[in-house]
């Protein structure tokens, strides 16, 4: 059975750090694009950073720049997303998601979120004090 299992979600202060861990089972994630997405309360889910097969390159959007950051290990079959500096306004749950082959890495490169084939169920994540 495919599957993504994300956590290191938790309660945070505002201007504190997590760690959200990516882990896959079932498949190997060395062909994939990884995408790491969030829905706040309220709101329509958004991508917010991916990154390569190879890890190579990555993409982050604005709001999070300079804050958050991803990364593999193809070793442990995991991605991570270190954030940094949350703020209140970062409160939602994350997902991660798998894309596999060539044109995915190319739409993560550009900033293109859509299409991702496997998604794990979430961590929720809540900024405040």
């Known amino acids: 059975q495919l599957q993504l299992v994300e956590s290191g979600g938790g309660l945070v202060q505002p201007g504190g750090s997590l760690r959200l861990s990516c882990a896959a089972s079932?498949?190997?994630?060395?062909?994939?694009?990884i995408g790491w997405f969030r829905q706040a309360p309220g709101k329509e889910r958004e991508g917010v950073s991916c990154?390569?097969?190879?890890?190579?390159?990555?993409n982050v959007i604005d709001s999070v720049k300079g804050r958050f950051t991803i990364s593999r290990d193809n070793a442990k079959n995991t991605v991570y997303l270190q954030m940094n500096s949350l703020k209140p306004e970062d409160t939602a749950v994350y997902y991660c998601?798998?894309?596999?082959?060539?044109?995915?890495?190319?739409?993560?490169?550009?900033?293109?979120?859509?299409?991702?084939?496997?998604w794990g169920k979430g961590t929720l994540v809540t900024v405040s004090s």
């Open positions: 990154i390569t097969s190879s890890g190579s390159s990555t």
């Open positions: 998601a798998a894309a596999r082959g060539y044109h995915s890495d190319m739409k993560c490169t550009q900033g293109d979120y859509d299409g991702m084939d496997y």
């Open positions: 079932g498949f190997t994630l060395d062909y994939y694009a």
